[in-house]
């Protein structure tokens, strides 16, 4: 069964960095497009950026370029979103998803993503 689990949300005070990490099983990373994903109550859940197979990086929101980036482990089957510089309007649930149907390729259009970890809470917080 194919499943993702997030790890590394936690409170960090702005201009922090935190490190959230997307355990895969069921499945390997690097056949597969994997992208983070956040949201808070009330609003639409935003797409930050997506690793495709190949390892060719897709940024979606301008806000946190820069400051985000995505990488991966083979090794460890994990794909990891590095946040720094954090702000308290990067507070919000973080997600990741696989894309299984598009060759390794990565969607803009949340739709594409067949599966979800269950999310992580980031609190950017004095």
């Known amino acids: 069964q194919l499943q993702l689990v997030e790890s590394g949300g936690g409170l960090v005070q702005p201009g922090g960095s935190l490190r959230l990490a997307c355990a895969a099983s069921g499945f390997t990373v690097d056949n597969t497009a994997i992208g983070w994903f956040r949201q808070v109550p009330g609003k639409e859940r935003e797409g930050l950026s997506c690793?495709?197979?190949?390892?060719?990086?897709?940024e979606y929101l301008d806000s946190v370029k820069g400051r985000f980036t995505v990488s991966r482990d083979s090794a460890k089957n994990t794909v990891f979103l590095q946040m720094n510089s954090l702000k308290p309007e990067d507070t919000a649930v973080y997600y990741c998803?696989?894309?299984?149907?598009?060759?390794?390729?990565?969607?803009?259009?949340?739709?594409?993503?067949?599966?979800w970890g269950q999310g992580t809470q980031v609190t950017v917080s004095s």
């Open positions: 998803a696989a894309v299984t149907r598009l060759f390794g390729f990565c969607a803009r259009n949340q739709s594409y993503y067949d599966y």
């Open positions: 690793i495709r197979r190949s390892g060719v990086l897709s």
